[in-house]
């Protein structure tokens, strides 16, 4: 048992590197792998217990010391790594699995935010400014992969645009974009958890086509989607930060629905993998699904109807 164990860990250890660090191995569809992260340190310690995760995190650190930048390493313990722990954490507490990933969406931002103060402190840098040299390391990356890739000298010029528009808008709206990223991946992290349990580990909680967010909570979608019109600035990005925390979640509520038709439906597994991936990817799909989850509120989507005579 103790040397399956360890072995389990150590390829841990080595799929989470590859997925942080894949970009720059194997170019722009590394960046798919991103999101996998925090699995391994997850899975393991739903299956084998805390402990087993805590050592592949820690180790994943050390190496991260060695191998990147100390940017990489709190990037990796804000975004994935302090997640990959509490979720599994908080679902091994018998905790519903929302509030799980809402747990461990916060620890994240919580540790994120004393490792920036601690970074602030240390180098006397602003704190604007500190996010802007962050997200200025992660454009230089990205044009350093497309380089790396091929891409011609026009390609370049026209991707620099582009990243140096999205680094604009990511700066102005930083910390609803994080909240927002790092809700994401905890519930991709949950998603593929899920997938996995078999008869190794149980998630509490209600069934994902029953789920449904607190009604209160439309207040502050219609609140935030109103200061967009404020012609106050600090007002105006406050609500923009807001709305993109809210709306993943309404998606997410939207997709629920879709899962409770589709479970009425004897679609082959296949075809419902490709009607999910069809709503995430393809637009404007994921509007319509993230409208549903809004309207679900009033019309509710889900109650089964009478069959008119």
Known sequence: MK?????????GIGVTLL????????GPSGAFLNLLTPMAAAYLSMRFGLRTGIIVVAVTSLLLLQLATTYTLVAYLGMFGIGSLL??????QKLPWDRAVLYATLGSAIATALMVLVAVVVTGTDLQALINQIIQAEVDQAMQIYR????????????????????????????????AAVLSVQSLCLLVLQRLKKNWYQISGTSFAQWRLPAGLIWFLIVAGFSLFVPFDPVALSGRSLLMVLLPLYFLQGMAVVNSFLQRKAYPPLVKGLIYLLLLVLN?????VTSVGVFDLWIDFR???????
């Open 3 to 11: 040397g399956q164990v360890a072995l389990f860990t150590a390829a």
């Open 19 to 26: 997925c942080l660090l894949g970009i720059g191995w194997i």
């Open 303 to 309: 109650r089964p109807r009478q069959k008119k005579i």
């Open 87 to 92: 979720l599994p954490l908080c679902l091994r």
């Open 148 to 179: 790396d890739s091929g891409f011609t000298e026009s390609q370049l010029l026209e991707m620099q645009k582009i990243t140096d528009k999205l680094a604009e808008f990511i700066g102005s709206s930083f910390y609803g974009l994080y909240l």
């Open 284 to 288: 404007p799909l994921p509007i319509i």
